[in-house]
């Protein structure tokens, strides 16, 4: 398929657009070497600014429902053949290629992904989902930093790209509290956007990187420069291009929550209503009345229940699940997923 220039003032959007009708349309069934030549060849011929190129690649992508472990499947595919069309799989990141428009029947004949659970402290399930986007609210300096490098630090079968607003002294000093050997955190990249002057298109760059399969922001009103967190338009804006370079992939997106303290989790993030709005998950971090050393966890999420939970603060400097014992790093379950 050859490249052309778009029309003037086309889009990349609009551009992939085009291209994806021109592919069904000319297509005879196997769409596989005809797309991944639209990526690999078409889209860096026809955009040379990586941001375009990126706009164009990310419309494809959601046009297809592939994100990029997906795609590199697919084009891993391509040289042994055809590529399935039929849907067996309701994830994004199935190993099948599938079609954007699916009939009720198809639906709800495709198989389920069994849903698996990426520890939180090192053994405690039903608060983290792998292939989910969640939101962790709190107000400044409660913990959920803590909680969520507590956390990562022990999904060792994920590789975890951690955007952070910190500067690295910060985040040194926070993983010398932990108490962290560096074979503990092999599997974490560690990037500090706002020391390194990155702006959110940059970020969003970092974050399309295939290689990593779990995604923080800590924070997203620095990270993503939010001028108003109240304009809901503004925010649907950047949580939207923030689940789209996800793909599939868990993302876990850190925020502060408003300080004036309401009973529903939904509402108690910072600024409007589309933080929660467009995550999976959407988790609230507070101190229990009368105690610093202890926090509740609760939250809710889609087609299921979050259980309360609360964490407490042990000498040596680690959050626990309240009565655990062990050291979730050194857990024999640490690595482990249910």
């Known amino acids: 398929m050859s490249s052309s220039p778009p029309p003037n003032g086309l889009a990349p959007r609009n551009w992939a657009r085009e291209r994806a009708a021109r592919i069904r349309r000319d297509s005879t069934g196997d769409w596989g070497q005809e797309l991944v030549t639209v990526v690999e060849e078409d889209i860096p011929n026809t955009f040379h600014d990586p941001l375009r190129q990126w706009e164009a690649r990310a419309e494809i992508f959601r046009l297809f429902r592939l994100n990029e472990r997906a795609y590199e499947t697919l084009r891993a595919r391509v040289d042994g053949g055809r590529v399935h069309l039929l849907p067996t799989s309701m994830s994004v990141a199935s190993q099948v290629f599938q079609p954007v428009r699916w009939s009720v029947a198809e639906v709800l004949a495709a198989e389920q992904d069994e849903e698996t659970h990426l520890p939180l402290l090192g053994t405690t399930t039903g608060y983290f989902f792998r292939g989910r986007s969640h939101l962790l609210s709190a107000k400044p300096k409660t913990g959920k930093s803590e909680l969520v490098w507590q956390s990562v630090l022990v999904w060792r079968n994920e590789r975890v790209l951690y955007i952070t607003e910190e500067p690295l002294k910060e985040v040194r000093d926070r993983l010398r509290r932990l108490r962290i050997e560096p074979e503990h955190g092999e599997h974490i990249t560690i990037i500090p956007a706002l020391q390194a002057g990155l702006r959110p298109e940059q970020i969003l760059r970092e974050m399309q990187d295939a290689a990593f399969t779990v995604l923080v922001l800590d924070t997203v009103r620095f ?92 000498d040596g400097g680690w959050w626990r699940k309240a009565k655990q014992t062990p050291c979730p790093l050194r857990s024999s379950q640490s690595a482990s997923v249910t």
Request: proline share 2%; charged share 20%.
């Open 223 to 314: 990270l993503m420069r939010l001028g108003d967190e109240t304009n809901n338009a503004e925010v649907a804006q950047a949580m939207s291009s923030l689940l789209r370079v996800a793909g599939g992939r868990t993302l876990l997106i850190l925020h502060h929550a408003r300080q004036e303290t309401s009973g529903d989790v939904v509402d108690q993030p910072a600024g409007g209503l589309a933080f929660s709005g467009g995550v999976d998950v959407s988790l609230l971090l507070t101190s229990q009345q009368g105690s610093e050393r202890r926090l509740l966890l609760r939250g809710v999420r889609r087609n299921g229940r979050v259980e309360p939970l609360i964490v407490q603060w042990h």
